[in-house]
């Protein structure tokens, strides 16, 4: 199976500062890539999906890709203490599955 | 849009009875369901991936015959733990993508929570 990898934290970050989260993965011919917010004891909420190189913000959050690299990334700006959550970090495998990092969590501190 | 449930959220079951578990597709028809099971602190293992109308695919490792899945509807599949052991504790999560979709993203029901005593 190919590999999805993230820094499994604890991230801390002051409130207000910019959370980055970052992700590495195997499969040089994957495609489409996502994050994924979950809460404790919750299941994982779709934040983000990007499909080409570059940056797409969506609000607070913005993606970032590099194929040739085989990077990911998430920023979140203007950190807020609902942020803290674990981040997990979603790759495309074959036609449908996707393939999930172990998750980075993130603190926000007050 | 792209909401998906899940029932029960939670199950107590006795060691050795069997246990159903519902997800449902709520404003959009899954032609793929998928189920995880993720235990404490630890990330997704995808179980196995189900099509509308035929056998799902299990990931290795992961018994079919213990795990039943069902996917009867474009709005419906089921997963059936039969002959439940303490070990089979865990957190189940089914997801679901949109048919209708060209991108392969997965929307998650809120997960089912179950405790073999």
């Known amino acids: 199976q190919k590999e999805v990898e993230q820094n499994s934290g604890p991230l801390s970050v002051p409130e207000g500062a910019i959370a980055s989260l970052n992700c590495t993965y195997s499969d040089r011919v994957s495609q489409s890539f996502f994050w994924y917010r979950q809460y404790s004891g919750k299941s994982p909420e779709l934040i983000m999906s990007?499909?080409?190189?570059g940056d797409k913000e969506d609000g607070r959050f913005t993606a970032q890709l590099n194929k040739a690299s085989q990077y990911v990334s998430l920023l979140i700006r203007d950190s807020q203490p609902s942020d803290s959550a674990t981040y997990l970090c979603?790759?495309?495998?074959?036609?449908?599955?996707?393939?999930f990092g172990q998750g980075t969590r993130l603190t926000i501190n007050p | 849009g792209a909401v998906v449930s899940q029932h029960p959220s939670w199950v107590i079951c006795k060691s050795g009875t069997s246990v159903k578990i519902e997800c449902r597709s709520l404003d959009f028809q899954a032609t793929t369901m998928f189920w995880y099971r993720q235990f404490p602190k630890q990330s997704l293992m995808l179980m196995a991936t189900s099509n509308e109308g035929s056998k799902a695919t299990y990931e290795q490792g992961v018994e079919k015959d213990k795990f039943l899945i069902n996917h009867a509807s474009l709005t419906l599949s089921t997963l059936t733990v039969t002959s439940a052991h303490p070990e089979d504790s865990s957190f189940y999560i089914c997801?679901?993508?949109?048919?209708?979709?060209?991108?392969?993203?997965?929307?998650f029901g809120p997960g089912t929570r179950l405790t073999v005593t």
């Open positions: 979603a790759v495309q495998e074959g036609a449908q599955k996707l393939v």
């Open positions: 997801s679901a993508r949109d048919g209708g979709s060209p991108y392969v993203e997965q929307y």
């Open positions: 990007i499909y080409s190189n």
